[in-house]
């Protein structure tokens, strides 16, 4: 999973093989995470009924995965919904899930440092960009940032932002109204 921070850069961290600063700089980037998540979601879902038939993952352990993957989905969903002040209602994130997701998105993390090594010269652009946005959603998940990770804090500045923004479309309302 991770390097030490002693052993990176200052102001970096290395995951499996990947140097990005700390905490990374697409942490906020929403829009990018959603994307990302929903082309994880897609992978599995289209991946994992041949790993089934293949006897590569159990039948419950790839509705697990989806199940959590979907979560995650939902989660940046009701982000970046509640930030641009829609009433989207909770997303019951538990301790259970969050781990569960910081070792699923840990083995993505593995996946994406392996094709990094592989890559002989400089990375592309798209898999630097996948690997940034799957550290990023990692880093948002990760217990050191408290309940529920990073997230949480998120999860609060959306509700404001969204408030902030319900507010200035009713004083919009109201001026246009005198």
């Given at each position: 999973m991770t390097t030490p921070h002693a052993e990176a850069p200052q102001g970096f961290r290395i995951w499996s093989g990947i140097i990005c600063p700390e905490p990374p700089s697409a942490r906020y980037n929403h829009d990018d995470?959603?994307?990302?998540?929903?082309?994880?979601?897609?992978?599995r879902e289209r991946n994992f009924p041949m790993m089934?038939?293949?006897?590569?993952?159990?039948?419950?352990?790839?509705k697990r995965t989806l199940d959590l993957f979907g979560l995650i989905v939902a989660d940046l969903e009701w982000i970046i919904a509640t930030k641009d002040g829609k009433d989207a209602g909770p997303i019951p994130i538990t301790e259970a899930d969050r781990a569960a997701i910081c070792a699923e998105l840990d083995n993505s993390v593995d996946v994406l440092g392996a094709m990094f090594r592989e890559t002989r010269?400089?990375?592309?652009?798209?898999?630097?960009?996948?690997?940034?946005?799957?550290?990023?959603?990692?880093?948002?998940y990760d217990p050191e940032h408290g309940p529920i990770g990073a997230m949480g804090e998120m999860h609060r500045n959306a509700i404001l932002t969204g408030k902030c923004r319900h507010q200035a479309r009713l004083q919009q309302k109201r001026s246009d109204a005198s």
């Open positions: 995470m959603l994307e990302q998540a929903k082309a994880m979601l897609a992978t089934v038939q293949r006897r590569e993952i159990s039948g419950d352990e790839a010269g400089p990375v592309s652009k798209k898999l630097s960009d996948q690997a940034h946005d799957v550290i990023a959603l990692r880093w948002n």
